[in-house]
Structure formats: structure tokens, C-alpha cells
């Protein structure tokens, strides 16, 4: 539970307080369990810096370095790749604000029908089995698929969107935090999850959604799935609902993502740990007691407390359950009847983003970060091979193969560590008796192969142009400002930074790598913050604080999206756009901005990167049904929703 305060708080610290409470559980005020004698990534980069001789000024906190150029080919951008657009400025007002001569509309929104019979939103009477059938909260990933299956179309398709988390203060009128009523937590159930929805364009440029599409539907907090790869049926995820180990219902804390080459969703259960309660009640001598601390799970009541309506979510009474979340789960958005299924080859942690690129020899590569402080960087390479002529066979490839954890070395190199039962550390002498134990107890197996710990890592998504992976870490907030010196600058990282990353031999499945620094974020005015931008004068740069989720346009240029700004800069969350190469390599520039107290996801391009897709997630966080702070998008209860961005003059392509 988050720290309270005696003085007043401001709308935008209390909107960061409430984001700790339901986002990912307080993490933040938590102990993160993670004892172990690894390497934090400010070290690695304390003395990286001071390689790369930074020097701090005579008021200690000036910061002259060259990261981002050495090793970096600066590709001449061309004309129609290059980015015109006027930067928009920090703001508080309570809309989203894009660049002149562009519009932003909405797509879909929470409670909207998914079915042509309804059942329509109606905020005053809710019930678990209309959300069942209704858009859900608290949109996060934005996946478009075209349709038909395999096109390029840019005018329609299928959204698929992330449903992270729920905030009941918003949800419901005199909602009683921690004695909620069972109806609401039911529905609360059914709106975390996943949408899956038809959209079209229509022909001045806006989106909307299809009611009633065949396509249409929801994956809720309690739609079977299936637990599939080398942890399926074993003994730490067997419950007394689920004897085989291989079948859980439902999906939660649905945060960032990633689409596959064969058109299937891959969605992640990030801080599941927030649903379960009373660890405590379990015996300590249990393996599965420090299993459970590993994760985070609380040892009291849950915030939530759902654990008193649906006994699963109690640790004492379910022990295994919990060992059920924390996967990355796939999802066949063309077919209406595909169960869920969760590939557990691919590690349990709290999963942010599995971005999917194919590797010289045509095995299948997935990245994703574990977004923690003081976790790490994974990624997964396929046993078996892509065939971009057999769909189904393709359907397999995330059960086979080895997941990998990264290791930052001070000179700029890196390792990829397999976890693999029986290498190593991983045997049966350190509590590692298969690859199932490995796979259940991920973050464990890091630990002892001497992962890197890094500043909460979130989205990790492949370059188009440069092939280069970027790594996006949000902040870190625990190295305290006295630690700062000439080798270690960046004390109290609350800003965040985004790492560049070069396979070696430009292969997505080399176990060596490269890394650089691309961005370290701020308010360049404020000299603390030691901002750097790739090279390019931090002082022409937008202020940028807590990157989150990030894309590519077909010309390399990145989109960010932020989560944090409201508790930072005390302005709103935003996209900014910045080239990767060129004369204006690391030219950071805001695009957009969301509506008071929310924060950016899942930023998407149509396939002709006409139409800009977002997530605006919890408007009006930090007030409440009687108090808000916000009325988008419709001037009365503030609902998540999904919106589309587009020109209304000159080339049609963003950015231009």
C-alpha cells in the first residue's frame, strides 16, 4: 500500500499514488525480493561513463558524454522519411492535443456494445455479464490486424487491445476501498483482458468500430485458457479446480504486447501479483512461500481484496494459482473460437511487451522485459523454424526452444545467458529439478546466472531500418541522490533512459550483443536531470520523462509513449517522435498529448502509417466518481479508450 501523507496532495500526486495502488500493486513501496548479489544496471553504467570519460561540472550535476555515436552508422534519413510535424507543448488540459493540421478521434471506448443487440453502457447499472460482452478498461496494447488475413489494408481490420488493469474508484459510484461488494469485483473480473474488435476507415480519415462483426470478442478474467510448452501440467501449476496442471481461467493485468508474422496476438500478464492475499497464512518452510516473495505477492490482504469473493486469489487456500499468471499468452484474432493459450517456454515474470522478429535461419526471436526495478531483459529463441506458407504449424513455435537473460558488461558488451535445467546453476542443487521448475520460477534462475538488474524494463521492440533492438526502462527511483559521482550520474532515475542494442552479426538469435545509451530523459532546462539525446543538443529536445511503450515507422523514426509525467513534470502523458539516424538523430519532439490523469499506450501505425493508433489508459486517475479531475472523453464519467490520429492536410503519412 502506498506511503499516505499528511500534507494535501496535488491531483497529480495523488493520480501517481493511485497508478502505484492499482497499475502494479505498490510495487513501488514494496520490497521487490530480489536479494541477489547481480549487478544493477547503474553500476554497468556508472562505468560505462566513466570509459567514456562523462565529467561532471563544478556544480556537479553538468554531464558532457558522446553515447550514442560510437558505433553508430549515421544513415542519412531521406526526405519522405524525415519528420516536419511542429512539436505540440507539455500541457494539463483535459483532451488530447495533436500537431496543427491533425486530428485525433475516437475509436472505441470502455462499455462500448461489441454486439449489434447490445448491451448498451449504462455506468449506473452494471453487471459482470454485460462487461463480459462490453469494450473493457483500461486500454493498453493496440495490435491491428488486416483484414482479410494476410493483406496490407489499411482501411480495415481487427484491433486487438490489452485490458491491464481496473480502477474501481472510477468505476463505480461510492466505491468502499478494501471492502468492495461482490458484484463489483465480478465485474471488475470481466473487464481486465483483452478486446478483439472490427474497425474500419472511413473516408475523411476517422475510424470506427463494426457492432456485431463475427470477429467481435472478449477475453475476460475468467475465459478458459490453455497452459501449453514444458511447464504444462506440472506439479507447481496443478490447483484443486485443475488437477492436469493445464487449464486456467481467465487472463489478467493484460499490459503491453506483440503481434506475430503468422497474425496471432501475443498479449502479457504483467503484475499479476496485485490479485492474490495472505501469503503469510502459508508455511514458511513451503517452497512456494519464497517462490511467492520472489514475485511480490503480498503478505497480508490483497489492495484489491478479492480473495474474499473468489478463494483462488487467497495464497493459503490456492497455493498454485498464482503460479498460473505471469505468462505470455497467444491469441488467434481471426478466430472467434481459438482458446487462449499461455506458452510457458517462454518464462514467467511480469511481462512487458513480446516483440517477434525472425533470425537469419528463419527461427522465431521474443523479446520481453521484466518491469520491476532491479529486474531483467529476456528473450526466447524458437526450437523450430518459420514458414511463412504453413499458418498452422507456425501456431506451435513458442513451445519449443530456450529463453535467454541478458547481461550488460561495463565496456559495452553484453551476454545472453540461457536458462536451461541442468547448465549451470540450474540444477537440481539450487531447487531446479526440470526445465518446468526454470520456467515457473523464472526470476529465481536469473538471479543465479547473474543477470544484469535493470531500471524497471518495459517495452523492447526491433528497428525496421537499423535492425537494432531498444530497450525502454521507465525509472528506477531507489539510488539515492547522495550516491551521485563523476563515474555514476544519474542518481534517483525517475526520468528513465532507453537503451540501443546490436545483435552481433545482426542476428536476432546471437547470444552476443552491443548496447549503447540512446536516450536518457528529462526536462532539458532542469540540469539535474542530466538529459542526453543521441548525440543531438539536449536544449532543442522536448522535455520527455518515463518512456513505456515505444514503435517504429517504416522510415526508423521512433514513437514513445509515456507513463509518469502527471508524478514528474506534473503535466500530462504524451508521444513524442525521434529519429534513430541522421542529422537529426535523437531530435525528440512531443506529438501528442492525453487528457488529465492518464497515461499513453500501445502506440500503432496503420500499414500505410496514415493513421496513428493509441491508448489513453485511466483518465481522471487520482480523483474519484465524486471528486474526478477528468470528464474525457465524453464530458460525464471518464472512460479508457482507444483513438486514432490522423492528417487533415499536406502528405497524408504521420510525421510528415
Known amino acids: 500500500m502506498p506511503k499516505r501523507f499528511a500534507l494535501p496532495l496535488s491531483p497529480a500526486v495523488a493520480a501517481w499514488l ?206 478458459r485458457c490453455e497452459l501449453t510448452g514444458p511447464a504444462a501440467g506440472s506439479d507447481w501449476l496443478k490447483t484443486s479446480a485443475d488437477r492436469t496442471g493445464t487449464v486456467v481461467y481467465g487472463t489478467l493485468n493484460n499490459c503491453a504486447g506483440g503481434k506475430t508474422p503468422w497474425g496471432t496476438l501475443l498479449t502479457c500478464e504483467e503484475n499479476f501479483h496485485q490479485y492474490f492475499g495472505n501469503l503469510d497464512g502459508l508455511d514458511k518452510n513451503d517452497p512456494r512461500y519464497a517462490m511467492h516473495r520472489r514475485y511480490g505477492l503480498p503478505t497480508g490482504r490483497s489492495e484489491r481484496v478479492w480473495e474474499r469473493y473468489e478463494r483462488r486469489f487467497d495464497i493459503p487456500t490456492e497455493p498454485n494459482e498464482a503460479f498460473r499468471f505471469g505468462w505470455v499468452v497467444e491469441i488467434d484474432p481471426y478466430d472467434p473460437t481459438f482458446v487462449p493459450k499461455k506458452r510457458t517456454a517462454l518464462g514467467r515474470f511480469k511481462h512487458e511487451a513480446a516483440t517477434v522478429v525472425i533470425s537469419r535461419d528463419g527461427r522465431v526471436v521474443v523479446y520481453s522485459g521484466d518491469d520491476e526495478r532491479f529486474e531483467y531483459v529476456y528473450k526466447f529463441v524458437s526450437e523450430g523454424r518459420y514458414d511463412p506458407k504453413d499458418r498452422t504449424k507456425n501456431l506451435s513455435l513458442l513451445d519449443k526452444g530456450t529463453l535467454y537473460v541478458a547481461r550488460f558488461n561495463d565496456d559495452g558488451s553484453g551476454e545472453w545467458l540461457p536458462l536451461v535445467h541442468g547448465q549451470g546453476p540450474l540444477t537440481e542443487a539450487n531447487g531446479f529439478r526440470s526445465q518446468a521448475d526454470v520456467l515457473v520460477n523464472t526470476r529465481r534462475a536469473a538471479d543465479l546466472l547473474g543477470a544484469t538488474k535493470m531500471d524497471r524494463p518495459e517495452d523492447i521492440e526491433t528497428n525496421p531500418v537499423n535492425g537494432r533492438v531498444y530497450i525502454v526502462c521507465t525509472n528506477n527511483t531507489r539510488r539515492n541522490w547522495d550516491q551521485i559521482n563523476a563515474a555514476n550520474p544519474r542518481g534517483n532515475n525517475r526520468h528513465g533512459h532507453i537503451i540501443e542494442l546490436s545483435e552481433a552479426n545482426d542476428d536476432p538469435a546471437a547470444t552476443r550483443f552491443t548496447w549503447d545509451i540512446f536516450l536518457l530523459c528529462g526536462d532539458p532546462a532542469n540540469p539535474d536531470d542530466l538529459v542526453f539525446a543521441a ?40 508521444i513524442y517522435a525521434v ?63 482507444v483513438v486514432a490520429t490522423w492528417k487533415t492536410t499536406g502528405e497524408p503519412r504521420i510525421g510528415s
Open 535 to 574: 548525440g543531438f543538443d539536449p536544449r532543442l529536445i522536448s522535455p520527455i520523462s518515463c518512456p513505456d511503450n515505444i514503435t517504429f515507422d517504416a522510415w526508423g523514426n521512433m514513437w514513445i509513449a509515456t507513463d509518469g509525467q502527471p508524478g514528474t513534470f506534473r503535466r500530462n502523458d504524451g
Open 18 to 223: 493511485d497508478k502505484c495502488r492499482w497499475a502494479c500493486g505498490s510495487k513501488c513501496f514494496t520490497d521487490a525480493c530480489n536479494e541477489s548479489e547481480n549487478a544493477t544496471f547503474e553500476a554497468v553504467l556508472a562505468r560505462r561513463l566513466s570509459r567514456r570519460s562523462a565529467l561532471r561540472g563544478a556544480a556537479g550535476v553538468a554531464l558532457v558524454i558522446a553515447l550514442g555515436q560510437t558505433g553508430v552508422s549515421r544513415v542519412e534519413a531521406s526526405n519522405r522519411g524525415r519528420l516536419t510535424f511542429r512539436p505540440i507543448t507539455l500541457n494539463t488540459e483535459d483532451r488530447v492535443t495533436v500537431p496543427e493540421g491533425y486530428t485525433a478521434g475516437l475509436v472505441i471506448r470502455w462499455g462500448d456494445p461489441l454486439h449489434s443487440w447490445g448491451p448498451e453502457f449504462r455506468f449506473d447499472a452494471q453487471s459482470p455479464e454485460a462487461q463480459a460482452n462490453q469494450f473493457g478498461y483500461n486500454a493498453d496494447f493496440v495490435g491491428l490486424f488486416p483484414l482479410p488475413a494476410g493483406s496490407a489494408n489499411a482501411r480495415r481490420g481487427l484491433l486487438a487491445v490489452n485490458h491491464e488493469y481496473t480502477n474501481p474508484e472510477l468505476m463505480f459510484a461510492g466505491y468502499r476501498e478494501g471492502d468492495p461488494e461482490p458484484w463489483q469485483v465480478a465485474v471488475e473480473l470481466e473487464a481486465h483482458g483483452v478486446t478483439i474488435v472490427e474497425v474500419a476507415r472511413h473516408e475523411r480519415g476517422e475510424w470506427g468500430y463494426l457492432p456485431g462483426s463475427r470477429f467481435n470478442r472478449r477475453i475476460t478474467g475468467t475465459t
Open 579 to 641: 529519429p534513430t539516424s541522421g542529422e537529426e538523430r535523437g531530435y525528440v519532439r512531443m506529438f501528442l498529448s492525453g487528457p488529465r490523469g492518464c497515461e499513453i499506450c500501445g502506440p500503432e501505425f496503420s500499414p500505410d502509417y496514415q493513421t496513428l493508433f493509441c491508448a489513453i489508459q485511466h483518465p481522471g486517475e487520482g480523483g474519484t466518481v465524486a471528486q474526478p479531475i477528468s470528464s474525457w472523453p465524453d464530458g460525464t464519467v471518464p472512460r479508457p479508450s
